[in-house]
C-alpha cells in the first residue's frame, strides 16, 4: 500500500516537472503563487504555465521535424491550405 503510494507520489511530481504545476481550475484569478492541484505544493505562478519542458520538447520536436522533412514538402499554399497543387477553386489570394 505505501509502496503504491510513493509511486503515486512520484508519478505525480513526475508529471508536475514535465509539464508544470497547474492551480485548480476553480481557484481565483492568478495570484503570484498559489498551490498545484496535482502535488499540493505552493509554487510561483511562472511555475504553472508557459515554458514547461513539456512545451519545449514539443518545440524543440516540431523544429526538429521540420529541419528534416520540411525542405521536400511541396509549398503549402496560403489560400487554401493544400501542399503542391491548389485546390481547382483556388485563386492563391489568402482571404
Ligand atoms: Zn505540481
Ligand atoms: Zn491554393
Not at 19 to 41: K, N, V, Y
Not at 47 to 76: N, Q
Request: hydrophobic share 30%.
Amino acid at each position: 500500500m505505501s509502496e503504491a503510494n510513493s509511486m503515486d507520489c512520484r508519478v505525480v511530481r513526475l508529471r508536475c516537472w514535465w509539464f508544470g504545476h497547474e492551480q485548480h481550475p476553480q481557484d481565483s484569478a492568478p495570484p503570484d503563487e498559489a498551490t498545484c492541484m496535482h502535488c499540493g505544493e505552493y509554487v510561483p505562478y511562472s511555475a504553472m504555465v508557459g515554458d514547461t519542458r513539456h512545451h519545449r520538447a514539443i518545440d524543440f520536436l516540431h523544429r526538429f521535424w521540420w529541419h528534416i522533412f520540411g525542405r521536400w514538402l511541396p509549398h503549402k499554399c496560403p489560400a487554401c491550405g493544400e501542399r503542391g497543387k491548389c485546390k481547382p477553386d483556388c485563386d492563391g489570394i489568402p482571404f
